[in-house]
DNA sequence: TAGTGGTCTAGACCACCTG
DNA sequence: AGGTGGTCTAGACCACTAC
């Protein structure tokens, strides 16, 4: 393959001064996230080494391997000892946004569209209150949306919220969202465990998101928690297959 | 919540010598892994703070960091500032074993099994040849397999190989699997990216997967890529919903 | 105020790749 | 042999949390 020359850019594109208050190796990665998505690092492309990097920008190597490294993960650098660092190859940078179902409705053109079908206290089930990590019978607040883009729907989204947040009103969830209402409580969501899978839809899936009977639908089931671990929302939300997808980009370490 | 005091651990457990070659912080990353799997970290324990354990190990801070980061990242530990690094509370570290269907199948008693239902050279689809960067209708090799679990037929995978590996063998598939003989060949994988969804299974789907007709699947593409960014594999495999999920650990940064 | 993790520095040595 | 990334050290200062 063959990087050639390394590409030389300007110090105040790799650390733009956009976000003054994020941290230096924050700024760098994006600066060199910008450079690769704005093709002044084209596909192939070498970097300078990292050490001739932190020395003209002024930062130490440590700082500029853990830029690196951020955007290694997210696959669009590649580094190989003895060789260097170079913008992936090719297709790869592209096609992710290409193939991006997933940001196609959240942008381009789509409008999405939120319809709140419940906002209710109920008992929890014995799935939700394990999920939830409370009491069986506990009353849970149980949400079930209908998300829409262009007024197409797209998913029905069912989340149950513990006893502590119940108190979360329709007005709230159409403002912040419910991430958004969460957070203004103070919760601060710091890991989710989830799981995707697919079965056929329910009748009333497929009546809300116009499939025949039967049809597949694909799931996805998370239970996510605050920083203390304990459980914050538990959401199991179902999906049109023809117009939604998860993608997701693995590196090797 | 409270940690209280302190879980001290010896220094021979957290710093194993099962994997001598391994880096220090594989290692201790490893050790504070078993301690939490174990029980001797329970959830909510408090870990000593990083500059004492750095002391007590011999190992300086940075690599004490990188070694509890990596636990972070898979959910096990939690980390605050002014507070202090603790083990997940409650559920989460139990509820990955619990509820690992992808590992059930690898381990716990299920007995693994392939049949290779294809094995040949066969001109690129539009979609294979995209995916591959090869010229349309260039000779690649398709695969076809179906994966069992004692038996039960788990999902049909179906892979493509560019021209240069296409001289694959049902032997070497057999002995060391896809990526096995990939990487007898040189090939490291570096990049993947994937897409999960699902559609009504194909009548051959339904047939080799002992589904009725239209059942819903579970599909997963994958392009894989090599250091230099070229496609080294594409694979479409379809599973069946009902014995088969992914699952994954979201972590907030 | 004391203790924690978060960030950053300035260097060292090593393993690997290419010529 | 020379250059690259990979690992590790020893320290500094800061921001946040508890008391």
Redesign the pocket.
């Known amino acids: 393959m ?1 990087g050639g020359e ?1 590409v030389i850019l300007p110090v105040e594109q790799l650390l733009p001064d956009r976000a003054p208050l ?6 760098l990665a994006a600066g060199l996230e910008d450079a690769v998505t704005s093709g002044a690092l084209p596909p192939g492309a ?9 020395e003209r920008l ?9 830029a ?2 951020e955007l ?1 993960d997210k696959g669009l650098l590649v ?7 170079q913008v992936v190859h090719g297709s790869v940078a592209r096609q992710i946004e290409l193939t991006s179902l997933f940001d196609d409705l959240a942008s381009a053109g789509k409008v999405p569209g939120t319809r709140v079908l419940e906002l209710a206290k109920v008992p929890a089930t014995p799935l939700v209150a394990t999920q939830l990590g409370v009491a069986p019978e506990a009353e849970v607040l149980r949400i079930r949306r209908l998300r829409l883009a262009d007024d197409v729907p797209l998913a029905v989204l069912q989340n149950y919220l513990p006893p502590a947040l119940a108190d979360l009103d329709e007005q709230e969830l159409a403002d912040a969202g419910l991430y958004g209402g969460l957070r203004s409580r103070g919760v601060v969501l710091r890991v989710a465990r989830q799981r995707i899978g697919a079965r056929k839809a329910t009748n009333e899936e497929a009546r809300l998101l116009d499939l025949t009977r039967g049809a597949p639908v694909l799931t996805m089931d998370r239970t996510a928690y605050d920083a203390d671990g304990a459980a914050v929302e538990y959401g199991h939300h179902c999906y049109r297959p023809d117009l939604y997808s998860f993608e997701m980009t693995l590196v090797d370490r």
Chains 1, 2 share one sequence.
Request: no cysteine; aromatic share 2%; glycine share 8%.
């Open positions: 063959e390394a994020a941290t230096l190796w924050v700024r070498r970097l300078e080494n990292e050490i001739a990097l932190s002024g930062v130490s190597r440590p700082t500029v391997r853990r690196i490294q290694v580094r190989r000892r003895g060789i260097g660092t």
